[in-house]
């Protein structure tokens, strides 16, 4: 499946620009990482799982991870892609299907923390990430009214299963997404 393919699927089931945002904004940080953790050569296949995530969620809320196996599967997409989009619901949803690739660890990890990162930057002056600290992160993550619906046991259960602490996940992701910040505004026009 090459980015376009995975774009024009997700694009099939969504619409809200929050959702495509969040979409491209996982995929620019699942590419990070495959990068940063040797798996350069599989960077597409990395992309396209961030971005396909959470294909079923703007329609299928309560299915989520249920529903997009039957649409990933219905389209013929790999089923390691599927896997892996599966498993970042690990726990929290209906698809039980515990990460066990690097990759999908980094998946489950990053995926709520994202939007932390995202919430974070904007009550920023400058409503980006590529000037915000690792201290800053910090202290909203540890501030449960903020962000609340990112869930923080998940974030860390995340770093458990990387083998990584907490402020190395932080840290990797926030880097992540200051990379990729101007790609994820010109592809979501904004």
């Known amino acids: 499946m090459t980015r376009q393919d995975g774009w024009a699927l997700l694009t099939e089931f969504n619409k809200e620009p929050f959702h495509l945002h969040h979409g491209v904004t996982v995929e620019g940080v699942m590419r990070w990482f495959a990068r940063e953790l040797g798996y350069g050569d599989q960077e597409e296949f990395w992309g396209n799982v961030g971005l396909l995530h959470d294909i079923d969620f703007e ?9 997009a196996q039957n649409l990933l599967a219905e389209r013929g997409a790999d089923p390691a892609l599927i896997h892996a989009v599966v498993s970042h619901g690990w726990g929290m949803t209906g698809a039980d299907v515990k990460p066990e690739h690097e990759m999908e660890k980094v998946l489950f990890a990053t995926d ?50 990387l083998g990584w602490d907490l402020d190395a996940l932080l840290e990797r992701t926030l880097t992540a997404m200051a990379a990729d910040e101007n790609r994820v505004h010109s592809l979501c026009g904004e």
Do not use: N, Y
């Open 59 to 67: 329609l299928w809320p309560e299915e989520h991870c249920v529903k």
């Open 112 to 161: 709520e923390l994202t939007g932390l990162i995202g919430a974070a930057a904007l009550m920023r002056p400058s409503k980006s990430c590529t000037d915000m600290e690792l201290k800053s992160l910090k202290k909203k993550f540890k501030d449960k009214k903020f962000a609340a619906g990112c869930s923080r046991e998940v974030i860390l259960q995340g770093a458990e299963l």
